[in-house]
Nanobody, 121 residues
Framework: VQLQASGGGLVQAGNSLRLSCRASGRTYSTYAMAWFRQPQGKVREFVGYIRWSGGATDYADSVKGRFTISRDKAKNTVYLQMNNTKPEDTAVYFC???????????????WGQGTLVTVSS
């Protein structure tokens, strides 16, 4: 499975941004996809996940109520809608996928390249 993330950029605090992650290859076995982020000089942290079948989601407390993950199964694409952004959301965002389980740590089997999100105050 190959993952291609896009949509990062510069956004003013309080505004919105949407990231996309398109999966290709053997996507039929995808069980869940997730978003992580890594602020400069810090460890990679969980943002949220979506179960491919059924669409169940969960989020980190730091983004709950502001970020939403959705998927378009026909396009093999997952989205991260970021609303009411804050400067502390500034990070490189990564999408990930796994065909066996859901993790709250960066243990996913497949990873996309990161996309930088910068939130200015």
């Amino acid at each position: 499975v190959q993952l291609q993330a896009s949509g990062g950029g510069l956004v003013q605090a309080g505004n919105s941004l949407r990231l996309s992650c398109r999966a290709s290859g053997r996507t039929y076995s995808t069980y869940a996809m997730a978003w992580f982020r890594q602020p400069q000089g810090k460890v990679r942290e969980f943002v949220g996940y979506i179960r491919w079948s059924g669409g169940a989601t969960d989020y980190a407390d730091s983004v709950k109520g502001r970020f939403t993950i959705s998927r378009d199964k026909a396009k093999n694409t997952v989205y991260l809608q970021m609303n009411n952004t804050k400067p502390e959301d500034t990070a490189v965002y990564f999408c990930a996928a796994d065909n066996g389980d859901i993790y709250y740590k960066p243990s996913y089997k497949y990873w996309g390249q990161g996309t930088l999100v910068t939130v200015s105050s």
